[in-house]
């Protein structure tokens, strides 16, 4: 029976150690990705953006979609950039009183209407 304990502990340890391995490597490419997407905003002479929850392939939210995005904007705001970033909360407060859905942002005639209505200049979307 202790054998068994034993090895049951083990796995876990082994098991907790890979998923933070996994985790440690999805933020380093989360901030690859973040220095790329800085790159092009530059480029393209954007001033403020914005980041919605990423979707899955239905369209529907996940709490890995949200964490995307969430890191997103952190790594965005925590290195100096040339253009500002809208954050989520003041985002999410301008979707409810303007009755926009962050799935509806997608229609590019909605997505105009929260540039209007937050003064943003680009939208980063994405599907996981």
């Known amino acids: 029976m202790k054998s068994q304990h034993f090895i049951a502990t083990i796995l ?3 098991l907790s150690g890979h998923t933070l391995t ?3 490597d999805m933020d380093t490419e989360l901030s690859k990705l973040t220095e790329d997407l800085a790159a092009k905003i530059k480029d393209h002479g954007s001033k403020k953006v914005t980041v919605l929850d990423f979707t ?3 369209g529907g939210s996940s709490e890995l ?3 995307i995005a969430e890191q997103l904007t952190v790594d965005f705001v925590m290195t100096k ?3 500002s970033v809208l954050d989520r909360a003041n985002l999410k407060s301008i979707l409810a009183e303007h009755k926009l859905t962050a799935t509806g942002l ?3 005639e909605n997505a105009k209407k929260l540039g209007l ?3 943003v200049d680009a939208l980063i979307i994405g599907n996981i």
């Open 12 to 14: 876990c340890i082994v």
């Open 22 to 24: 996994r985790a440690q």
């Open 56 to 58: 899955d392939l239905q």
């Open 65 to 67: 979609g949200k964490y």
């Open 81 to 83: 950039r040339d253009f």
């Open 106 to 108: 997608v229609d590019p």
């Open 117 to 119: 209505f937050a003064g």
